[in-house]
């Protein structure tokens, strides 16, 4: 079993940065990959960043490389979103979700993952 809670979210200008986090209990954090989604108002949920285990190798989608920065700290159980250069269509509920799977890549697939935090509301004002 893992834990994922989320926070860090917030209302910010366009241009601005905020730094999610995601704290993890249960299984050890150092086992597992680590995922960031996003789902905006009447939209599908959508992959945005991704980080194996050992933080070794990440992915992210196209629309947030170069503004985006996924990391992890397995000392402390938590895993980390660096968003700056925000945009409006930014604006979502973020997720942060555990892919058991000790994988040498991340991978991108919602259904790959098994367990899922409640999310946190970025909301980027124009």
């Known amino acids: 079993q893992v834990q994922l809670v989320e926070s860090g979210g917030g209302l910010v200008q366009a241009g601005g940065s905020l730094r999610l986090s995601c704290a993890a209990s249960?299984?050890?954090?150092?086992?597992?990959?680590m995922g960031w989604f996003r789902q905006a108002p009447g939209k599908e949920r959508e992959f945005v960043a991704a980080?194996?285990?050992?933080?070794?190798?990440?992915l992210y989608t196209g629309a947030v490389k170069g503004r985006f920065t996924i990391s992890r700290d397995n000392a402390k159980n938590t895993g980390y979103l660096q968003m700056n250069s925000l945009k409006p269509e930014d604006t979502a509920v973020y997720y942060c979700?555990?892919?058991?799977?000790?994988?040498?890549?991340?991978?991108?697939?919602?259904?790959?993952?098994?367990?899922w935090g409640q999310g946190t509301q970025v909301t980027v004002s124009s």
């Open positions: 249960g299984r050890t954090f150092s086992s597992y990959g």
């Open positions: 979700a555990a892919d058991l799977a000790r994988r040498a890549r991340p991978v991108v697939g919602a259904n790959e993952y098994d367990y």
């Open positions: 980080i194996n285990w050992n933080s070794i190798s990440t």
